[in-house]
């Protein structure tokens, strides 16, 4: 998907909310444990309730390979089943060297046909350029997270001054262009969002921490929007696991127009529409 | 495995090596594409040519994500087919928040039921401490990496005079113990490998790039073994791939025999059996 197709599905939806899919066998409602693959049967009704209102699906691939061959299937058929002008997030972190990283991009944008992996950086510019080489596909790297641990090393500080987070989004924006590279950005950091907007005033980011992890979307916003907006805000389990009944669908759709109706007051006080 | 059980293995095997099983259907002998598995046969041969000669193999999983949920099966299956006294290594480079991490611990350790995994340390401490509550597993984490991209961010110095993998080496050798926890240090960088083990003397450091990547089996002994031996020496291309005919086992025997000898030489060198 390209920036222009992403950019016009923002507008027309008049949202930038992605759904995490983080599928999850212990977390689904009971009843669809009497299906061949619940997990595809949950993302199903999710989509189905969703898709309207929403521009990403992400799938996690962790939950998917937690149960094995059979999971990837569920994975393969989720994908499968992401309407194709939304555009499906591989959430996968991988990254290797260059010959490993390659096989990871054949995987996730060759057989699952997702739009876009997420990557994570300290292998540097081999370890993630394999997956640059693809039309239309973008490469997510991980920037700055918002998880307690992101205090053990990406806000430590160079000689220069510089923190490593900031130095990862200057370096890896290098490697390809905003038209293939996006970076995830904690929404718990929203403090920070201000000056990474400024370091890269162009490019998408992923907002993940909305929601369950506590971010605040209209601070991110305030801080972070560009005139191509460049945010995907993603939420995962305060949406799918909105509910944990036969309701689950709808109570995921309620939550999905919450935010939604949010982003288009956002879209509408930013002149996007 | 216990780090008894696997320097017990060293000595009874006078050898430290780990054979990558990187598979590639573009890269196995044409007759094994006959059978219905063909990675599987063709690692299920290497296992039996070189399973005396080796205390680890190190199935690298983008090799078998590559093809889907069929390619998982052929990793399952080699694992199963793994003899339990060799060491089990999933070289898939994970890590994220702490619930996902969760479940990419319980993939790999539960369902795939490999004995070590490696991970990537960029989100920090619990991103990585859920693969540490197992029992006799391993974490085997990225510390400082023989590719190319490793000068970008890995080499990079903080105010303290600290670089990026030293700060990375030391912080995570808190996480755990030199009991289940492991680090990845790249033979092509021999030179920093005296440093290294001064700053980590028990650990065992998974050595890649001796090979098809070129670092130097004795200068990384020299500078690096310890009283328990404290490395493991992947080799994968050069091993796997030394042959591309009906031979390939017996020339992947032939080749992992040219570094056991030399792996013993070692150990009687430094009075280790």
Same mark, same amino acid.
């Given at each position: ?113 997702? /739009? ?9 510019? /081999? ?99 560009? /005139? ?46």
């Amino acid at each position: 998907m390209s920036r222009e197709l992403l950019f016009d599905s923002i507008v027309k939806k008049k949202s930038f909310l992605c759904v995490g899919l983080d599928t999850d066998l212990d977390k689904i409602p009971g009843h669809l444990l009497e299906f061949d693959d619940p997990i595809f049967e949950f993302n199903k009704a999710i989509i189905n309730a969703t898709s309207d209102l929403v521009v990403a699906y992400k799938p996690n691939t962790a939950f998917y390979e937690a149960y094995g061959p059979k999971g990837m299937e569920s994975l393969k058929k989720t994908i499968d089943y992401i309407p194709s002008d939304i555009m499906c997030i591989a959430d996968a972190k991988r990254a290797d060297i260059g010959n490993t990283s390659r096989r990871y991009a054949e995987s996730y944008f060759n057989y699952y046909k997702a /739009d876009a992996i997420t990557v994570a950086p300290y292998m540097g510019d /081999d370890s993630i350029k394999p997956f640059l080489g693809y039309d239309n596909k973008w490469v997510i790297i991980l920037g700055l997270t918002s998880n307690p641990g992101s205090h053990d090393f990406q806000q430590l500080k160079f000689e220069s001054g510089e923190a490593l987070y900031e130095r990862v989004l200057t370096t890896c924006a290098q490697y390809g262009t905003s038209d293939n590279i996006m970076f995830v950005v904690g929404a718990t950091k929203a403090e920070y969002m201000k000056k990474i907007r400024t370091l890269l005033p162009e490019h998408f980011f992923l907002v993940p921490g909305v929601g369950a992890q506590g971010g605040d979307l209209l601070s991110v916003c305030s801080n972070a929007i560009n /005139d191509k907006v460049g945010l995907l805000i993603n939420s995962s389990r305060s949406i799918i696991y909105a509910s944990k009944e036969e309701d689950f669908a709808d109570q995921a759709r309620a939550k999905s127009l919450e935010l939604q109706l949010q982003m288009a007051n956002v879209l509408q006080k930013y002149d996007l529409l």
